[in-house]
């Protein structure tokens, strides 16, 4: 359903690849918002991905950035600026890659060019896209930013590697510059920590089908998916957030606030061998607590 909460908004979508892609969730319904936007993402992704396709759907253009290059981005919002007729009014930065991660190195025998090039790609190009926007005074009054992270910028999850550190950065970016841009611009920035969610991104962290299980199992809600991702995303971009900076906002169904949960601690059991009634369903579960 479609409530024109981003009717006369003008946007920039970073990281819509295909139609698993976080922001492509967030690129369809700013659309059914009534916002214009541009799409953009990499050269290499524009080739292999379907941007451009998306592109054509949402009625605007797909501009080739790479995120880590300050020209790029300068280019980007200029262009931007220029197709959507007037300044930005949100953001979405939704990149992530880790070499690492691709090339399978541990935690503990981490390549130091491929951390830099994690951090670069994952969080630094954050900075450089609000540094870029800042600069060139490209984004209204009561803008917002967001840029999507993960709980593990908190917590030790198995096999994230090197991206824990990068989302943690990325988180801090958020709070640094929201204190500049909020004073100074009235502009909120803040980051969006979304469950585990099936993407291309998303399939690179080792055992993503077993961590979706148990978060699923942990959150009361269970996990948030993708479309729901982009309803969250499309609230911080509407008038109806604006006082709302600085801030690491969970979208995981309550998963970051649980320690155990019984449908986890029941399967755990089942692990071990328990022979205990511990095959029971949900409303089981609920009389133990009544
Ligand atoms: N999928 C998950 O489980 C999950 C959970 C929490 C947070 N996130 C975050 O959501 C965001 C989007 O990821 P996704 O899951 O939609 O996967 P995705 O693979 O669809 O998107 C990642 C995007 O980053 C782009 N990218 C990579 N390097 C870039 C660069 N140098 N410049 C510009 N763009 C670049 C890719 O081309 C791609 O479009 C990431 O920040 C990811 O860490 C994902």
Do not use: V, Y
């Given at each position: 359903m479609a409530y024109n909460l981003?009717?006369?908004?003008?946007?920039?979508?970073?990281g819509a690849l295909n139609e698993d892609s976080i922001a492509w969730k967030v690129a369809q319904r700013a659309f059914e918002e009534g916002a214009t936007f541009t799409l953009t993402n990499t050269s290499v992704a524009m080739r292999m991905g379907d941007t451009a396709k998306l592109a054509e759907t949402c009625n605007t253009i797909a501009i080739e950035a790479d995120a880590t290059n300050v020209e790029d981005i300068e280019n980007l919002f200029k262009q931007s600026i220029e197709h959507l007729g007037g300044n930005i009014d949100f953001v979405l930065h939704s990149i992530g890659m880790s070499p690492n991660v691709r090339k399978g190195r541990h935690y503990s025998d981490l390549d130091y060019g491929y951390l830099q090039k994690t951090l670069d790609i994952s969080a630094v190009s954050f900075h450089k896209v609000l540094q870029v926007a800042r600069k060139l005074d490209a984004i209204n009054r009561w803008g917002s930013v967001v840029a999507l992270s993960y709980v593990a910028?908190?917590?030790?999850?198995y096999g994230y590697?090197?991206?824990?550190?990068a989302k943690a950065l990325?988180?801090?970016?958020?709070r640094s510059f929201g204190y500049i841009y909020g004073r100074e611009r009235n502009v909120r920035i803040n980051t969006v920590s979304q469950s585990p969610t099936l993407t291309t991104a998303g399939s690179g962290v080792k055992g993503m089908d077993k961590l979706m299980?148990?978060?699923?199992?942990m959150a009361p809600l269970g996990n948030?998916?993708?479309?729901?991702?982009?309803d969250y995303c499309i609230s911080l971009f509407s008038d109806l957030t604006k006082k709302v900076t600085m801030q690491n906002l969970f979208h995981d169904g309550g998963f970051s606030s649980m320690g155990m949960s019984m449908r986890a601690l029941q399967q755990y059991e089942k692990g071990l061998g328990c022979d205990c009634d511990c095959g029971s369903d949900d409303s089981d579960t609920e009389h133990m607590y009544d």
């Open positions: 981003l009717k006369g908004k003008r946007g920039i979508i970073f910028a908190q917590r030790t999850f590697n090197d991206m824990a550190d990325l988180e801090s970016i958020a299980d148990f978060s699923e199992r948030a998916t993708g479309d729901e991702c982009a």
